[in-house]
């Protein structure tokens, strides 16, 4: 069982920066993977980035060398920087977690397939204003 909240959203210039938490809570902080997604007013959810157990992080083409994904507090907080902000980025962003798959000696996480995770918070606004 793990539930997940997001926090530090609101608004931001365009060009500026803004940083986004999510407080995990949880039986065990290992064995996860987590992730960041977005959903902008009429379009589909998409992913924004991901990371697994040993902090590698994979990033969305949109948001490639913009944002960086991290683990604070041992895990506990998901955390998304971003700089050089577009309007394009306001939406409203989900944390996401799923157990890590392991195989071959080797932890696997979801891609960017919204179905593919179990479990979410329940999304914070951005607005990013020209």
């Known amino acids: 069982q793990v539930q997940l909240m997001e926090s530090g959203g609101g608004s931001v210039q365009a060009g500026g920066s803004l940083t986004l938490f999510c407080e995990a809570t949880?039986?065990?902080?290992?064995?996860?993977?987590m992730g960041w997604f977005r959903q902008a007013p009429g379009k589909e959810r998409e992913g924004v980035a991901t990371?697994?157990?040993?902090?590698?992080?994979i990033y969305a083409d949109p948001v490639l060398g913009r944002v960086n994904v991290s683990y604070g507090n041992a895990k506990k907080t998901l955390v998304l920087q971003m700089s050089d902000v577009k309007p394009e980025d306001t939406a409203i962003y989900y944390c996401?977690?799923?157990?890590?798959?392991?195989?071959?000696?080797?932890?696997?996480?979801?891609?960017?397939?919204?179905?593919?995770?179990?479990?979410w918070g329940q999304g914070i606004q951005v607005t990013v204003s020209s």
């Open positions: 949880s039986d065990s902080y290992s064995g996860y993977c």
């Open positions: 990371i697994d157990s040993d902090g590698g992080a």
């Open positions: 996401a977690a799923d157990q890590v798959r392991r195989l071959y000696g080797m932890d696997w996480c979801p891609g960017f397939q919204t179905e593919s995770w179990k479990y």
